[in-house]
């Protein structure tokens, strides 16, 4: 069983910074592929970053390429995303997802677990 659990997201001001946490809080390592989606109001979800269950290879959305980093704390299912020069676009509930074997990492139908999201707000 996996337990996603997020935090770190809250109201920032465009051109700040946040990091997003997402612990598995039901096992204490896995070999889960993870990833970050996020949903605007009024709009589909969207995919955001990913990475490979020991991090080795990574994703990003063109929108956030440069500004978003995801990592991955290796043993303890553990990963993060770190977000800087936030845009009044990025505003969202930011949602970790994982799965064993994703066929697609990008594609959100493909993950079989997911936490209970965080709310990134940006004012202008």
């Known amino acids: 069983q996996v337990q996603l659990v997020e935090s770190g997201g809250g109201l920032v001001q465009a051109g700040g910074s946040l990091r997003l946490s997402c612990k598995d809080s039901?096992?204490?390592?896995?070999?889960?592929?993870m990833g970050w989606f996020r949903q605007a109001p009024g709009k589909d979800l969207e995919f955001v970053a990913a990475?490979?269950?020991?991090?080795?290879?990574?994703y990003y959305a063109d929108s956030v390429k440069g500004r978003f980093a995801i990592s991955k704390e290796i043993g303890q299912n553990l990963i993060y995303l770190q977000m800087n020069s936030l845009k009044p676009e990025d505003t969202a509930v930011y949602y970790c997802?994982?799965?064993?074997?994703?066929?697609?990492?990008?594609?959100?139908?493909?993950?079989?677990?997911w936490g209970q999201g965080t709310q990134v707000t940006l004012s202008s």
């Open positions: 997802a994982a799965d064993s074997q994703p066929t697609n990492m990008e594609i959100a139908s493909e993950y079989e677990y």
């Open positions: 990475l490979t269950w020991k991090g080795r290879t990574i």
């Open positions: 039901a096992r204490t390592d896995s070999n889960y592929h």
